[in-house]
Nanobody, 124 residues
Framework: QVHLVESGGGLVQAGGSLRLSCAASGRTFSNYAMGWFRRAPGKEREFVATISWSGHSTDYADSVKGRFTISRDNAKNTVYLQMNSLKPEDTAVYYC?????????????????WGQGTQVTVSS
């Protein structure tokens, strides 16, 4: 079992930045690829970013590429999402997730563990 807790959400003006953190506990964190997803009001949850267990490989949704950066610190059992140049359309609940089965998971079904989410609101 892997327990995930997100933090760092909040209210920010358009163009601003936030850094989300996801602290993991339970099984060996470095065995898991990690991802960030988000659910905007009235929409389905969507993929944002993924990072391999080592941190050497990352990938992003086109909508955030060049603005968001996913990283991890395996010594601290934490994955981060640095969000820059935020837009109102980035407003959503952001979830981190862990996958023990796939090197670079993109689909929600590839993740076995989820956090409770943290709200990010970007004002125009």
């Amino acid at each position: 079992q892997v327990h995930l807790v997100e933090s760092g959400g909040g209210l920010v003006q358009a163009g601003g930045s936030l850094r989300l953190s996801c602290a993991a506990s339970g099984r060996t964190f470095s065995n898991y690829a990690m991802g960030w997803f988000r659910r905007a009001p009235g929409k389905e949850r969507e993929f944002v970013a993924t990072i391999s267990w080592s941190g050497h490989s990352t990938d992003y949704a086109d909508s955030v590429k060049g603005r968001f950066t996913i990283s991890r610190d395996n010594a601290k059992n934490t994955v981060y999402l640095q969000m820059n140049s935020l837009k109102p359309e980035d407003t959503a609940v952001y979830y981190c997730a862990a996958s023990g089965t796939t090197t670079m998971p993109y689909r929600q079904s590839e993740y076995g563990y989820w956090g409770q989410g943290t709200q990010v609101t970007v004002s125009s």
